[in-house]
């Protein structure tokens, strides 16, 4: 399970920011999860709200980043080869400056800190601490690892197994974990698979990058349980089929061929057979007719839903995390609150699944919805003058008592995290719209427009 998750120096967060899945109020209606032998707990599910470009994706695609180091740093990484960090560019410092990137997790009711400090040469910092089950506040060293070119590794007595041996292996382009991982070391291992099975990433607004996820649990595992999840999204369906399309022989060569020439060791043999993306097909009842519509002709809501069930379905299942950029893409506000609800509600979220996501789905903040997110379930994206991101919990803020606060104090900018308007651009824009055309349309004044920011902003949706 996640607890907390910290980066510096990555896109727009040049400073250090963490966000925290660790509740702070009691949640008796929550799926929370105890982390054993402590009083902390978990949360299922955890929302980023902000404006455009406020860095809400930039936080997830860092978390991203991270996992992918960890998985790929020693096993598909060249040797020598730059690691592509995306520093800060709005300075003239932090693109000389490393950056960091570190979680708290639990595995096997053990609680973790790892983490890695990298530039776009090396691994310049590594580090994993455990905190004992009798005194959860006092970290025992693992490893860490430090050093102007991050070799030199001093390793706690608490770390079994082969240690030096794998230390003599590691790159400076590669992580200590990655590499211990590759040679079977039991602990590391394990921690390894936390970021490579455990942690799942979608870009709902990419459906098709995800599309995978679903069809092979559609072929493989539950083609029931995703069925269920569509007809009770009500898009009208009652069956899904999908063909495997094999490449024609010439084209197979061709992609053999390639493969050969540019990674020879990971080259198929030439007579394995190649399949293009299978032919999907969803089938609609209408009016006691059956028809058959192809998945590139549903509408993007249909896509949208369709590619997150797989993903959902064995979270849910197994208990992984599941980071979501964008969740609201494509989807129906209830539908993005139904899906919520799967990970709030304790029947549903049995093993301790988590959903982290960023939306500017803002009925999730209301009362109205079985799915409201609670005070600590909620984070806050700003950005500052100097362009870079700042992440606040709601929790900072004094919640005003009565129906909907949550709601309407976002909406009304109360927290922050919102688009601020000024009406100028709006007026020189078509002031100059209206002299290049030779209109006389008179102009309404900011005032006539309404406010920009506040309740006269939103009359549908804070009245009646």
């Known amino acids: 399970m996640l607890l907390r998750f910290r980066v510096a120096n990555y896109a727009s967060l040049r400073d250090e920011q963490e966000l925290s899945l660790v509740a702070l109020d009691e949640h008796s209606d929550l799926a929370v999860t105890h982390v054993p032998d402590d009083d902390l707990q978990a949360l299922p599910a955890t929302a980023i709200y902000g404006a455009n470009a406020s860095g809400k994706s930039n936080l997830l695609q860092a ?23 995306n520093a800060f560019r709005f300075d003239g410092e932090s693109l000389q400056r490393p950056s960091e990137f570190s979680v708290d997790i639990v595995i096997d009711g053990v609680h973790y800190e790892y983490g890695f400090i990298v530039d776009d040469e090396a691994v310049r910092g590594e580090w994993l601490y455990s905190f004992t089950k009798q005194q959860r506040r006092v970290r025992r060293l693992l490893f860490e690892r430090s ?28 992580l200590y974990l990655s590499a211990a991982a590759a040679n079977n070391h039991p602990l590391l291992s394990r921690l390894y698979q936390w970021f490579q099975r455990e942690f799942i990433y979608i870009d709902a607004g990419e459906p098709w990058a995800s599309l995978s996820y679903t069809l092979h649990e559609l072929e493989e595992h539950d ?28 084209t197979r060569d061709k992609i053999i061929a390639f493969i050969r020439a540019v990674d020879p060791e990971h080259a198929p043999d030439d007579g394995v057979e190649l399949h293009d993306a299978p032919r999907v ?20 809501g249909t896509r949208g839903w369709f590619a997150l069930l797989g993903p959902i379905i064995h979270a849910l299942s ?20 139904e899906l919520v609800r799967l990970f709030q509600d304790p ?8 959903l982290v996501f960023n939306t500017h789905d803002v009925t999730l903040l209301s009362s109205l919805t079985p799915a409201r997110l609670r005070r600590d379930q909620v984070w806050l994206t700003d950005r500052t003058a100097e362009g870079a991101t700042v992440l606040r919990p709601l929790t900072e803020y004094r919640i ?41 349309a008179k102009q309404g004044s900011a005032e006539e427009a309404g406010e920009a920011r506040g309740e006269e902003a939103f009359p549908h949706l804070l009245r009646g």
């Open 63 to 85: 978390f991203r980043f991270m996992a992918d180091v960890v998985v790929d740093s020693h096993q598909r990484w060249h040797p020598g080869a730059s690691i592509r960090r």
């Open 147 to 174: 050093g102007s070119d991050g070799s030199a590794i001093r390793f706690g007595e608490h770390l079994r197994g082969k240690k030096k041996a794998i230390a003599d292996l590691v790159r400076p382009n590669s």
């Open 223 to 250: 083609k029931e349980g995703v069925l269920s999840l569509l007809n009770y999204a009500d898009f009208g369906l009652i069956d899904v089929h999908q063909e495997a399309r094999p490449l024609d022989k010439d």
């Open 281 to 300: 097909e969803f089938i609609h009842r209408v009016e006691s007719q059956n028809y058959k519509l192809p998945l590139e002709l549903e509408s993007s």
């Open 318 to 337: 197994f208990g992984k995390l599941v980071v979501v950029d964008e969740l609201n893409a494509f989807l129906h506000p209830l539908l993005v609150g």
């Open 347 to 354: 029947r549903f979220n049995e093993h301790g699944a988590q």
């Open 400 to 440: 005003r008592d009565g129906l909907d606060s949550v709601f309407r104090g976002y909406l009304v900018g109360r927290y922050r995290g919102v688009p601020v308007f000024d009406d100028s651009f709006l007026e020189w824009t078509f002031a100059r719209h209206t002299r290049r055309h030779g209109s006389s």
